[in-house]
């Protein structure tokens, strides 16, 4: 789940996400809900890859069946998630669900420049999390500014996922940004390149500070192309 | 396989092309909207003819034109918008004018307006109600399918969640089945000759070669929709051979049930589900079947009451039948509240199951009748 504001790129990172593993093959559902507000409204966005994270038909992130018919495999998620194997806290306005609804054990990734630790809610546990190895701050918005690009944050937040979770390739995640940019705003690419690998440098950079995601094993695809993925945590 | 992601609105658009569809008009509502746009570029790139036009009365006229033409046409709306159509669809399932209307709902209220319609006359109109955008790709060809099969309108049931998550989907196109020649469509082909085809409700032919008329012609109509009745209802059964419980859920809702009772089952709780895919023909018969040795019936629907009246005029033992829904909508009044939420709807289910005692049950979760694979498939195997 990726939760913050309205002007944060919440949906172009959502996208670029649910875009890049498409093209990595995988079956995969992008949902959304946001106001009409163009600046400081709610903007949440729910990305769920199959066969990827906890797999479990209750509560899972979602179940790939096959089910032979001609559009061959179905991801079983809710467009509205139950529980979700990571969040990425952009804003800690609005982030009550995505709070509520991170799993135990889950990674939470946090904009430490813009979100305000103490007016999280409660719910999502801060303190216990941290021990546990899975709270890692990125000061995105910061960075975006850093590199002449505030509008970036979100992509900065994004390379730092991929780089924590390898759930995709990170050249596919380039390719993925500059297919959804509209005519309007292509001229933003080379920066949103260099946002994505800031990101990702960001955390090889401090390493030694967090443990690996445990929440996500990545398994192989299946490679006899029969349209049917199906996956097991790690 | 390559997929591609594709919102619903989208994947409906290009699966309703790759059927053949070649004219699109409608009057932008959200979340109807979305596929107005997309018809726009795609209908385009497609050779075929999409307007934006005045109104939804003046959107679904012009379909009607198209469709007698015996072009593959197609409108869409949503709730108010589909209520302002209903003189249109009841003309043309009355005058035998096949087109297909995408109902981009707003939530479930609209299944009064689609099942029963508003317009005038004894017809109905076969309505489709995908649960997720996978589904909805293959009802926006069957829709097309039914409507040329039997000649009259049909509606493809989605709501802002189908409209806007979005999907890998391969859209190609599928293969439903021979269809009657259309030697009835306005091709001009019998000009001249004094045997000129008409579209007419009242169907009194010409002084020199005259039609049934409305006596006969509507009573051959309403034969027609009784004989639809017959063969074309569609459902879904999940987990419902030994189930005590029985939700009965359409669309989304259905979609975030099938969710919330796979896990009520793996903690050994005896609840099924019981999907219409069609909300018209209403699949009574098999719910019927599905609730006789059930004791409780669950009905979940984001409205007050509306597939409630069909389900109590099926179930087995009606004084079994709770309504589990209601009235939920978001803020933005454009779609879904509160309601349609998995821990909402699981606590909903819940107050109405008994506590599961220490014996494992025989309908415990695992059992391969009632796994969503095994319950797949249903597009063609519900129909009688």
């Known amino acids: 789940m990726v939760t913050g504001i309205g002007g944060q790129g919440i949906q172009l990172l959502a996208k670029t996400l649910a875009q890049a593993a498409t093209a990595a093959g995988r079956e995969v559902m992008f949902s959304a809900e946001y106001g009409g507000e163009m600046r400081g409204g709610p903007s949440l966005a729910n990305v769920v890859i199959g066969g990827v994270g906890t797999d479990d038909p209750g509560t899972g992130t979602g179940t790939v069946t096959g089910t032979g018919t001609d559009t061959g495999a179905r991801l079983t998620a809710l467009p509205i998630l139950e529980a979700a194997d990571a969040a990425i806290i952009a804003h800690h306005h609005f982030s009550e669900r995505t709070c509520e609804r991170l799993r135990t054990g889950g990674l939470a990734l946090l904009d430490s420049s813009v979100v305000e630790r103490d007016r999280l809610p409660e719910i999502l546990d801060l303190t216990r999390r941290e021990a546990a190895g899975e709270i890692v701050e990125v000061p995105a918005a910061d960075l975006a500014v850093s590199i002449g690009a505030p509008m970036s944050s979100g992509l900065i937040l994004l390379g730092a996922f991929v780089a924590l979770t390898q759930v995709v390739e990170p050249e596919l995640l380039g390719e993925a940004m500059e297919r959804l940019l509209p005519a309007r705003r292509r001229q933003h690419i080379p920066k949103n390149l260099q946002a994505l690998r800031l990101g990702a440098d960001h955390i090889a950079a401090h390493a030694g500070h967090h443990a690996p995601s445990r929440a996500f094993g990545v398994p192989a695809l299946a490679t006899t192309g029969t349209g049917t993925t199906t996956g097991a945590p790690a | ?384």
Not at chain 2, 78 to 102: D, H, K, R, S, Y
Not at chain 2, 111 to 137: F, H, M, N, S
Not at chain 2, 230 to 248: I, N
Request: aromatic residues 8%; contains cysteine; negative net charge.
């Open chain 2, 1 to 384: 396989m390559t997929r591609e992601l594709l919102d619903g609105s989208s994947a409906i658009a290009a699966s309703a092309i790759a059927a053949g569809c070649r004219f699109f008009a409608g009057y932008p509502m959200s979340p109807f909207t979305l596929l107005l746009e997309s018809m726009s570029v795609r209908m385009a790139e497609a050779g075929g003819v999409c307007l934006n036009a005045e109104s939804e009365i003046e959107g679904v006229n012009m379909t009607l034109g198209a469709a007698a033409t015996g072009a593959r046409a197609a409108t869409g709306s949503c709730g108010q918008g589909i209520a302002l159509m209903q003189e249109a669809i009841a003309e043309a399932a009355l005058n035998e004018t096949p087109f297909v209307v995408f109902n981009m709902a707003r939530n479930q209220q609209d299944y009064y307006q689609c099942t029963k319609g508003g317009g005038w006359g004894d017809y109905r109109t076969i309505t489709l109600a995908p649960k997720d955008v996978y589904e909805a790709v293959e009802h926006a060809q069957l829709a097309f399918h039914l409507a040329d099969k039997h000649r009259a309108p049909t509606i493809l049931y989605g709501d802002p969640l189908i409209a806007q998550t979005q999907v890998g989907v391969e859209i190609r196109r599928l293969e439903l089945g021979e269809l009657p020649p259309k030697d009835w469509a306005l091709d001009g082909s019998t000009s001249g000759t004094g045997r000129s085809r008409q579209v007419w409700t009242w169907a009194m032919g010409k002084v020199t070669d005259p039609g049934l008329g409305p006596d006969g012609h509507w009573r051959a109509i309403a034969d027609k929709f009784a004989a639809i009745d017959a063969v074309e209802a569609r459902w879904e059964t999940l987990y419902a051979d030994d189930a005590d419980t029985l939700v009965v859920a359409f669309g989304s809702a259905a979609l975030f049930a099938e969710k919330v009772i796979a896990g009520l089952r793996a903690e050994g709780h005896r609840v099924g589900l019981f999907r219409p895919i069609t909300l018209w023909p209403f699949p009574g018969p098999a719910l019927l079947a599905a609730t006789q040795r059930v004791r409780t019936v669950l009905v979940l629907e984001i409205n007050a009451g509306q597939m409630l009246d069909d389900v109590r005029a099926w179930t087995a033992h009606r004084e079994g039948v709770r309504f589990i829904g209601g009235v939920s909508i978001h803020e933005s009044g454009l779609s879904y509240g509160p309601l349609l939420d998995a821990p909402v709807i699981r606590e909903r289910i819940l107050t109405h199951l008994e506590p599961v005692d220490g014996s494992p049950s025989a309908g415990a979760a695992g059992s391969p009748a009632g796994t969503p694979a095994a319950a797949a498939g249903a597009l063609a195997g519900g129909a009688r």
